[in-house]
């Protein structure tokens, strides 16, 4: 009896075991990928994280949703799965000086890597251009947020000479520091005075930090009739809000504008009666999820990959046309 079918299916099984892991997968009809978020009780993330998962039914592939509100918790994500067979994964990084040991990580299981909304940053604190990206133009976000406030200063008919601008934000995440550098800019390009723009550094990017942060400005500097309030997202600029109605201003001196167009400020704009939360500029999170999804399914499916980094700006949103940009957008 002749060895060699024997032998030939002992060759053909250790080829087997040396293909690579990335590779078995991508010939895989049923491709996996996660999606981790930092915050996964935000609007924001609750929409992009579902939007993947119907795409990913749309299109034949399956989404799994996780959270990764630090690093540890990014890492055993990763190591989730990379158990459960994932092929790559999405990711809006709790902090993004994690990008290389996530991007490790990532190359130590064979998984493909995306980022979106907040781009990973190296150890040189540049963005790291290797990983494709998919998020807002935090800049142009951020003049369109300052555009929107000055706009609305001039039709109430405001001396900026008596209004504080409260600039909310966390400058250890280059994100929030590009959309509210933009905002400042445009404010000063409108005839703003530096001297009235007013920081109020907040240890996280939610409500409770934001009114925490912004609370004791208000008696510090108040000599101001008027506030406008503006940071990196709209739970932050409730958080201003809040914490201007705690100090007794009325709505009708404050003009917070914030960024996203989520679930926090469909219910500000649903509120019986109008509050300081005039308006913001609202990018599709819909479109990020899908998108970002749809970007690393084709790099596994197709050997596509992503652009290095696409940008996306918003529309202004405020109390009169909630609804119909929400339509819009599909958010």
């Known amino acids: 009896m002749s060895l060699l079918p024997a032998f030939t299916r002992v060759l053909a099984t250790t080829l087997i075991a040396l293909v690579p892991l990335g590779m078995a997968h991508a010939s895989d009809d049923n491709v996996k990928i996660g999606f981790i978020v930092k915050k996964p009780e935000q609007a924001w993330f ?18 799994v949703r996780l959270a990764g509100e630090d690093g540890q918790q990014v ?33 130590q299981y064979d998984m493909k890597v995306v980022t979106v909304d907040d781009q990973f940053v190296g150890g040189d604190g540049k963005p790291m251009a290797d990983v494709p990206h998919l998020g807002m133009s935090g800049y142009k976000i951020g003049e369109q947020v300052g555009n929107a406030i000055a706009e609305e200063m001039k039709r109430r008919g405001w001396d900026m000479a008596d209004t504080g601008a409260l600039r909310i934000s966390n400058n250890e995440l280059p994100t929030a520091r590009e959309r509210t550098d933009g905002a400042t800019q445009a404010l000063l390009d409108a005839g703003f005075d530096k001297a009235n723009v007013i920081d109020a550094p907040q240890q ?42 705690q100090y007794g201003l009325s709505p009708d001196d404050v003009i917070g504008v914030g960024i996203n167009g989520s679930g926090a400020a469909f219910a500000e704009f649903s509120r019986e009666k109008p509050t300081g939360f005039y308006g913001t500029v609202a990018v599709s999170s819909t479109m990020h999820g899908r998108q970002s999804a749809e970007n690393l399914y084709q790099w596994i499916a197709e050997d596509k990959q992503p652009p290095a980094n696409t940008e996306t700006t918003g529309t202004l949103m405020t109390r009169d046309n909630w609804k119909e940009v929400r339509k819009e957008l599909q958010l």
């Open 46 to 63: 609750i929409n992009e994280q579902r939007a993947a998962s119907e795409l990913g039914q749309e299109q034949g592939f399956s989404v």
């Open 75 to 107: 890492l055993s994500a990763i190591d989730n799965l990379h158990a459960q067979g994932a092929q790559g994964f999405v990711i809006c990084p709790p902090d993004v000086r994690l990008g290389m040991a996530i991007a490790n990580r990532a190359k």
């Open 204 to 245: 996280n990017t939610d409500t409770t930090s934001a009114f925490s942060a912004a609370s004791p400005m208000f008696s510090k500097y108040g000599k101001f009739d008027h506030w406008v309030i503006y940071a990196l997202n709209e739970e932050s600029v409730l958080g201003g809000v809040r914490a201007s109605e």
